[in-house]
């Protein structure tokens, strides 16, 4: 890990709630806790329950722009949207190490959480990242690299409609939780965007919108804010599930042992030693 030149400090709460009791808590009907972690700007006092970046491509017609967005601390489980930082430029090398130095300005070597991965169109210049990543990387420690993936939003042909549309429900209305006061660059953008005329949207003109909108959309569909660790898989009930989920968790910690149901119902383990077979019974006399 480099030095670290991050403003961005993580910050553990005391009392943790397991993922697998948040998760029982929404199945329930209540609302799920936030994420106990959270990130304080040391510059500013800020605290933010998830920070996340995209950035999207220059183009003939307007500049590449990158957007880091966060999810300002809160106890109110609606939540609101924050541009802590914008930038734009036409040249795509300046792009791409803009890109590297706000990550690691903004948390990137301070939790694994953090801008893993990257949003962005990431297939539109390939061979471009790959040289780029070439030239930052040191030593083969691929962890300084640069890989961004494209949110799951692009597959769709409508894709550019589906963010426009995402952004302007997050700024209008009774609703509204996203801000953009000190986003001079973004608040122009979407000023200029023809809100009632979608004929008019291209995302190749509007490279600002894209890169808000990834942000914005990826926010929205994972709301990572509200999860910190895997989803426990459920245990199986069935006698037969029960051996086959049993042999499968034995099988990845201890090698290839078998383990089998005698006749009574009894879950014995079975393994051979250098002087023979042993049989012993795990689940009772």
């Avoid at 972690?37 to 995209?54: D, P, Q, V």
């Avoid at 997050?170 to 000023?191: E, I, M, P, T």
């Avoid at 804010?225 to 990845?252: C, F, M, S, Y």
């Amino acid at each position: 890990m480099p030095k670290s030149t991050s403003i961005i400090k993580k910050i553990a709460e005391k009392h943790f709630i397991p993922t697998y009791q948040r998760r029982l808590t929404a199945l329930f009907g209540y609302k799920p806790e936030r994420n106990p972690n959270f990130y304080r700007n040391k510059l500013t006092g800020e605290e933010y329950s998830f920070i996340t970046g995209a950035s999207a491509w220059p183009d003939k017609a307007a500049p590449g722009f990158i957007v880091i967005l966060a999810v300002p601390k809160s106890t109110d489980h609606k939540p609101t949207f924050s541009v802590v930082e914008e930038y734009e430029t036409d040249n795509i090398s300046v792009l791409l190490r803009k890109c590297v130095e706000l990550r690691d300005k903004w948390g990137y070597w301070e939790c694994p959480r953090l801008f893993r991965p990257w949003h962005c169109d990431s297939e539109k210049y390939i061979q471009l990242l790959t040289d780029f990543n070439i030239s930052i990387n040191k030593k083969d420690d691929f962890e300084h690299g640069f890989y961004p993936a494209p949110p799951t939003v692009l597959e769709d042909p409508n894709c550019f409609n589906i963010i426009v549309r995402q952004i302007y429900a997050v700024l209008d209305g009774k609703k509204k939780s996203l801000a953009l006061d000190d986003a001079n660059l973004l608040r122009n953008h979407v000023l200029n965007l023809r809100k009632n005329d979608p004929k008019t949207w291209k995302d190749e003109k509007h490279p600002a919108i894209m890169a808000l909108g990834m942000a914005i959309h990826v926010l929205l569909e994972q709301q990572p804010w509200l999860d910190d660790g895997e989803i426990p898989q459920t245990v199986p009930t069935d006698l037969e599930e029960v051996a086959e989920h049993e042999e499968i968790i034995t099988n990845r910690y201890f090698g290839q042992d078998e383990y089998d149901f005698d006749a009574d119902g009894e879950y014995e383990y079975e393994y051979e030693e250098d002087q023979g077979e042993e049989h012993v019974s795990i689940m009772g006399e």
